[in-house]
């Protein structure tokens, strides 16, 4: 499948959905369809379904923090171009399930697409780029693990700054890897003290 290369990310990740004509879209059509725009995409492609507050059925978190944990692990280690295992590329989402996650959160990615710049390059070089895969691993495990309103925060991170890396926005970077960090620490809070301890702790500071 090919697509422009200069289209906004929202725009392209439409157009993926669109060009996909089976009732399921497994992760090799996904991978194929956004290789040319390398490790970015990617996260976004497999964060994104996590990143809209939705209830999930058990299960699809973990199906689609195991690409973004081969994904942070490959770029931790430098690696030019993302590679997904066989076995993995054969999962697959119902396509009106993937259809309904892009249109819902375009608007809010066409948003935030209009703010972004080329800023702090840092994180743009290799250096950068596997520090970010570093925190991204991190993020991964923490989306994979199966406790209700832990996957939300650490993926929105890794889309944000999945964002940052395509516009190769070091401030905007900066800001995914704060939010997936918050995210990681209410994990930990979740197993430590238990859910409702730590929303009610939550509750005390907002009311």
Same mark, same amino acid.
């Given at each position: 499948m090919e697509h422009n290369k200069r289209s906004s990310t929202s725009e392209f990740l439409k157009s993926v959905v669109k060009a996909s004509k089976s009732d399921r879209v497994t992760i090799d059509e996904l991978k194929t369809s956004m290789h040319e725009r390398g490790f970015g995409i990617f996260l976004i492609g497999f964060s994104l379904p996590l990143a809209v507050p939705?209830?999930? @059925?058990? +299960? @699809? %978190? %973990? &199906?689609? /923090? =195991?690409?973004?944990?081969? #994904? $942070? !692990?490959?770029?931790?280690?430098?690696?030019?171009?993302?590679?997904?295992?066989?076995?993995?590329?054969?999962? $697959?989402?119902?396509?009106?399930?993937? $259809?309904? @996650?892009v249109i819902s959160s375009s608007p809010l990615l066409k948003k935030i697409e209009r703010l972004l710049k080329p800023r702090l390059l840092f994180f743009a070089s290799d250096k950068g780029t596997k520090i970010i895969g570093f925190?991204?691993? &991190?993020?991964?495990?923490? &989306?994979?693990?199966?406790?209700?309103?832990?996957?939300?925060?650490? /993926?929105?991170g890794i889309l944000t700054l999945s964002l940052?890396?395509? $516009?190769?926005? *070091? !401030? %905007? =970077?900066?800001? *995914?890897?704060?939010?997936g960090i918050?995210?990681? &620490?209410?994990?930990? /809070?979740? @197993?430590? #003290? +238990?859910?409702?301890i730590v929303m009610g702790i939550i509750n005390s500071f907002i009311y």
């Amino acid at each position: 499948m090919e697509h422009n290369k200069r289209s906004s990310t929202s725009e392209f990740l439409k157009s993926v959905v669109k060009a996909s004509k089976s009732d399921r879209v497994t992760i090799d059509e996904l991978k194929t369809s956004m290789h040319e725009r390398g490790f970015g995409i990617f996260l976004i492609g497999f964060s994104l379904p996590l990143a809209v507050p939705l209830p999930y @059925i058990p +299960g @699809i %978190t %973990t &199906i689609f /923090a =195991i690409p973004l944990f081969f #994904l $942070s !692990v490959q770029m931790m280690l430098g690696f030019n171009s993302p590679w997904l295992p066989k076995w993995l590329t054969r999962l $697959s989402i119902k396509r009106s399930t993937l $259809s309904f @996650i892009v249109i819902s959160s375009s608007p809010l990615l066409k948003k935030i697409e209009r703010l972004l710049k080329p800023r702090l390059l840092f994180f743009a070089s290799d250096k950068g780029t596997k520090i970010i895969g570093f925190f991204c691993i &991190i993020f991964a495990v923490s &989306i994979a693990l199966p406790l209700p309103f832990t996957n939300f925060v650490p /993926a929105l991170g890794i889309l944000t700054l999945s964002l940052g890396m395509l $516009s190769r926005d *070091g !401030v %905007t =970077i900066l800001m *995914g890897i704060l939010l997936g960090i918050a995210g990681v &620490i209410f994990t930990v /809070a979740v @197993i430590l #003290l +238990g859910k409702k301890i730590v929303m009610g702790i939550i509750n005390s500071f907002i009311y």
